[in-house]
């Protein structure tokens, strides 16, 4: 009785350890080579890395101000190396799993593209005239 | 408050800012309509999961069974044709329901650009950084006079805030349509257009 007991408390700080650990354990599969991923989840985080590329760049390039239209080319070069860089060379995915490259650099292409566009117009016209 | 509004009024390109708000709060209000007619039905959710499940069985099979193996059994192909048609089907059901309380959220959306279009008709809203190509000057351009084309009109802005915000906003609040539904993702995946 004592013994069931004391395996109870013991599975039930195990959890809570578990528990404690459940975001820091989150952070470090998004950088964690032998992680096993999901198509969703993994198609989630790419598209995040791409709106936040596209926030960045838009808002960089709008203060500098860059202007012309290779900046736009230069944008989807540089983010999709980055996402490119990030499944390839940092999770290390077999992308024939989740669809081909095609389909992994596709993730969030359009909406950040859009958003960059937002952000470097908005930026360029509100602090440059 | 009082401050604020002498300080946006010195940008040359403060409706801009107008035009950003106007569409940040209408995709919310979109949002919020598509949950109380849509997403939060038992109908979405089933339909939703069905289409979930049998696009995760779908890929089980076909990596278990490659196209390259010459001996794919009989029985094999016509489960995966059988799941497939499955999926087809609760794809279109869903995009059938979606369609049908969609109608309010574009009724919104086509009141919401109206009242931008009478505000800013004929007005330029911002400046573009770059000299777009033809068939994206003829929307970038829309109602303006004179020929620099760098002058940007609201129906472009308010086209790349739509969007920009709505897509994010819907994968933020886990709206976007299931991966294994057609027509989902894709190069140039939209925001949900039966919910908007």
Known sequence: ?129 | MATAIPLFASFKYADSLTVVGISFCTALVCEAISWILIYRTSSYKSLKSSIDKASKKLETMKTDNPSSKLAIKKSKTKKIDRVESSLKESSRDLSLFKFKSGAVVALVLFVVFGLLNSLFEGKVVAKLPFHPITIVRKMSHRGLKGDDSTDCSMAFLYLLCSISIRTNLQKFLGFSPPRGAAGAGGLFPMPDPKTN
């Open chain 1, 1 to 129: 009785m004592r013994e069931s007991k004391s395996a109870k408390l013991n599975q039930l700080q195990e959890d809570n350890h578990q528990n404690v650990h459940l975001s820091p354990s989150k952070l470090a599969k998004l950088f964690d080579p032998d992680a096993s991923w999901d198509k969703d989840q993994l198609g989630d985080v790419l598209h995040w890395i791409r709106q936040v590329v596209g926030l960045i760049c838009g808002l960089l390039w709008g203060s500098i101000p860059l202007v012309g239209g290779i900046w736009i080319i230069l944008f989807l070069a540089i983010s999709s190396g980055i996402v490119y860089g990030y499944y390839a060379m940092i999770l290390k995915v077999d992308e024939e799993d989740f669809g081909g490259h095609a389909a992994l650099l596709q993730e969030g292409l359009f909406a950040s593209l859009t958003l960059f566009l937002l952000a470097w117009i908005l930026v360029y016209s509100l602090a440059h005239f």
